[in-house]
């Protein structure tokens, strides 16, 4: 199984924009969708877990949706700010096998 | 607060044994529900999952590497530690350990990672 990304996206600062990650067998809601951020040289770290679940300190303009007719997860991060400024990785398992999207880069300018 | 960090070689040559610790602090692998995962990124491209240990010596791996890899923890130093065996160019990367809560789940906590390169 694969989860697909864009390789790249961008949008202006307070736009906002919505990065989709779509697997290509078995079902989106089996098993829960990660989001991770990693900004150059830094660690992934999770926007959202769970599919939709916020930790402490991701401000709310982090948003985390399945959708089941298109076999997708999606980010969505509105009012966007140069600090969102980074690549963001979807993450799911299947068949006991943790599996990463390609990763999409996002560009706020 | 939970830390991690790996360590181990930076270059290495190729058809040699990698072997990588992940030291942690802040949790412990006798804890029920706790596991250790390790994660590579090859330069510019994407994260790529390896394996993990949990708590009561449950291992699993990335079915592509599972020839490679082995897993094993150290309780009572709070380390985990990662060996690659047969390495080549393609195995050049950061490496990361990252803690869970959750088999096959969200890697909550992350080391800052360590750059091996694979050369000759």
């Known amino acids: 199984s694969m989860l697909t990304q864009p390789h790249s996206v961008s949008e202006s600062p307070g736009k906002t924009v919505t990065i989709p990650c779509t697997a290509n067998s078995g079902s989106i809601d089996s098993n829960f969708v990660q989001w991770y951020q990693q900004r150059p040289g830094s660690a992934p770290r999770t926007v959202i877990f769970e599919d939709s679940r916020r930790p402490s300190g991701v401000p709310d303009r982090f948003f985390g949706s399945i959708d089941i007719s298109s076999n997708s997860a999606s980010l969505t991060i509105s009012g966007l700010e140069t600090e969102d400024e980074a690549d963001y990785y979807c993450q799911t398992y299947d068949r006991n096998n943790v599996i990463f999207g390609g990763g999409t880069k996002l560009t706020v300018i | 607060q939970i830390t991690l960090k790996e360590s181990g070689p930076t270059l290495i040559k190729p058809t040699q044994t990698l072997t990588l610790t992940c030291t942690f602090s802040g949790f412990s692998l006798t804890t029920s529900g706790v596991g250790v995962n390790w994660i590579r990124q090859p330069p510019g491209k994407a994260l790529e999952w390896l394996g993990f240990i949990f708590w009561d010596d449950d291992k699993r791996y990335s079915p592509s590497l599972r020839d490679r890899l082995t897993i094993t923890k150290d309780t009572s130093k709070n380390q985990v530690v990662l060996t690659m065996t047969n390495v080549d160019p393609v195995d050049t990367g950061t490496y990361f350990c990252?803690?869970?809560?959750?088999?096959?789940?969200?890697?909550?906590?992350w080391g800052q990672g360590t750059l091996v390169t694979v050369s000759s």
């Open positions: 990252a803690h869970s809560d959750v088999r096959f789940g969200e890697m909550d906590n």
